[in-house]
């Protein structure tokens, strides 16, 4: 079993004496001896918070320190934190204190508002351990996360093509796949593949076609509107995973959407994710 504890602890180490530098996914992900295709999720759920927001934070609490107990100039300081001008400095620091370094170099105090989180934990979670087969599947490539606007209309162009084809039929499943973690990739590039299910025999030589790979995936059925997919992922990967301590495969996290959401109320959506582990 993998030592979730460990492996994360080592990337904080590293970020905090790294401050200065461009944090790289391979770099950070190696560090942790985790797979870059689940290293985001981790850490976000140990965290609580994005990686991209933990290291800004961090970068700017350390900021503050030395602004407060330091003779280093203002300017030092900002490169010494990563940021590449002062000027770009002293616009986070406004922007997440409400007052310029050099008020907080020359006051030595900054007023903090209390915040409040909304995770809307509000939803119920099915657990099982399945052991599946490859899926063969037909799919298009859009730009966005599930449910926005550009997803339906990946998923409307492929339906409608499939249904033209003649390979919908009462078999057929519909799954998802996101390459990419709308907590730090701009959620315009974030990667979605719409993906429909057919027979290994099928003749689907007009559509891109790829397998979905089977083996032992930890899954979780969740009831609900999927815009609220991530506040479920957080929480599968910081109540099950990091606790369970489940080594994970080198392969994308999938989702199966059980019901059409044409005709089911957004509350009563079917969505059932799979997320790979090893034997």
Known sequence: MINYQKSIHNVINYIDANLSEKPELDKLAKIANLS???????????????????????????????????????????????????????????????????????????????????????????????????????????????????????????????QKHQLINRESKFYGINWDDPEITPSEKVRYDACISIPNSTNANEFSSKTIFGGKYLCFLYKGDYQHLGFVYNHIFRDWIIKGNYNLREEPIFEQYINNKEVTPTEDLLTEIFIPIEQ
């Open 36 to 162: 870059k295709f689940h290293f985001h999720r981790i850490m976000k759920a140990w965290l609580d918070e994005p990686l991209g927001s933990y290291i800004n934070r961090i970068r700017l609490e350390t900021a503050i320190k030395l602004l407060r107990y330091s003779a280093h100039p203002i300017n030092d300081i900002a490169y010494r934190v990563g940021y590449h001008t002062p000027s770009a400095f002293t616009k986070a620091v406004k922007k997440m204190f409400g007052v310029s370094p050099t008020y907080i170099r020359k006051h030595k105090k900054l007023i903090m508002e209390p915040t409040t989180k909304n995770n809307k934990n509000d939803f119920q979670l099915v657990e099982t351990v399945k052991t599946i087969n490859d899926i063969q599947v037909i799919f298009q490539q859009s730009k966005g996360t599930i449910g926005d606007h550009t997803t339906k209309a990946n998923w409307e162009t492929l339906f409608t093509k499939a």
